[in-house]
């Protein structure tokens, strides 16, 4: 990867996103996961796919969850990793 790619994928990472609130929450439910879960599935995930140890506080996950709060991509990301599904699942339209 040259470094030209390696910038804009830094800033795609850094662009501002509404995630849909209620679409995480009912795929958290579908696995029957607590919030908690979820935050230890965000870490394992991206344990799995880089070595490192990265999640999301439960504070951020209920605003996600209940006011839409806007995050990073590279946020919306590890949610979706954790949740198992592509970002573009879990975004609003």
Request: proline share 5%; net charge negative; with cysteine.
């Amino acid at each position: 990867m040259d470094r030209k790619t390696d910038v804009l994928e830094n800033d795609e990472d850094q662009r501002w996103i509404v995630p849909d609130g209620l679409s995480v929450r009912r795929r958290r439910h579908d696995h029957r996961w607590s919030p908690r879960d979820l935050v230890e599935a965000i870490e394992r995930a991206h344990f799995i796919a880089t070595g490192l140890r990265k999640t999301i506080k439960p504070t951020l996950l209920q605003s996600i969850e209940e006011k839409n709060e806007r995050i990073p991509y590279a946020t919306l990301r590890l949610l979706a990793d954790g949740l198992d599904c592509d970002p573009v699942d879990i975004m609003t339209e």
